[in-house]
Structures are given as structure tokens and as C-alpha cells.
């Protein structure tokens, strides 16, 4: 199992940017795919982006298209969320996630990180 960490949440102004770091430790990393999903109050856990193992594919959820951007550092075990134009809606803890498969069902994903919160003020 891979262990993960998150960094870089914070407290921004709508229209605003954040990069969210994850940190990874244990298996192999390169050879599995990494997702970021959020959870906000009162929903469910939501897809937000996903990165193959090689770094060539990415898919990303409707409500981010266009203003986030997900990338890895094989040679540094780290996945980044860099996320611009920020709204209030994306108010919500942050996961990173990864899996043998590129899919964007969190059941697919075996291992997660804690969370970090991100805040959107309007």
C-alpha cells in the first residue's frame, strides 16, 4: 500500500489560485494512476481529476474543466492539483488518491490520503 499526504490547502478570495501537493511513500508510484477527489459538507466524495501512471493521460471532472490541472513528478513521488479561477463552490476537503486503473469511481482508487481543506470566499 502507498501512503499519501497532502499539502497546500488554504484559505483564498474567489477568483483566486491554490497547487495542492501530495506526497507519496511505500509502493511504487509510477506505476499507478493518481486522482484528486473532494468531499464538501453534506455531499459525496466528487471527482476531480486523474493522471495516468506515465503523466499522458488526464481527465478531469465538468466543474473544474478548463481551470484546474493535475500533473506528477514520477522521479519525485508527487502529484500536484493546480487550481485557478477559483469559486466558492469548491469549498470542500481535498483527497489524492491512486489506483491500478484510470478511473474516475472512487471505489476504483485503494489508497487515500487524509485530506486538506480548501476555503473559497466570496
Known amino acids: 500500500q502507498v501512503l499519501l499526504e497532502e499539502s497546500g490547502g488554504g484559505l483564498v478570495q474567489a477568483g483566486g489560485s491554490l497547487r495542492l501537493s501530495c506526497a507519496a511513500s511505500?509502493?511504487?508510484?509510477?506505476?499507478?494512476?493518481m486522482g484528486w477527489f473532494r468531499e464538501a459538507p453534506g455531499k459525496e466524495r466528487e471527482f476531480v481529476a486523474a493522471?495516468?501512471?506515465?503523466?499522458?493521460?488526464?481527465y478531469y471532472g465538468d466543474s473544474v474543466k478548463g481551470r484546474f490541472t493535475i500533473s506528477r513528478d514520477n522521479a519525485k513521488n508527487t502529484v500536484s492539483l493546480q487550481m485557478t479561477s477559483l469559486k466558492p463552490e469548491d469549498t470542500a476537503v481535498y483527497y489524492c488518491?491512486?489506483?491500478?486503473?484510470?478511473?474516475?469511481?472512487?471505489?476504483?482508487?485503494?489508497?487515500w490520503g487524509q485530506g486538506t481543506q480548501v476555503t473559497v470566499s466570496s
Open positions: 488518491a491512486s489506483s491500478r486503473f484510470f478511473k474516475v469511481a472512487p471505489g476504483a482508487y485503494d489508497s
Open positions: 511505500g509502493r511504487t508510484f509510477s506505476g499507478y494512476t
Open positions: 493522471i495516468s501512471w506515465s503523466g499522458g493521460g488526464t
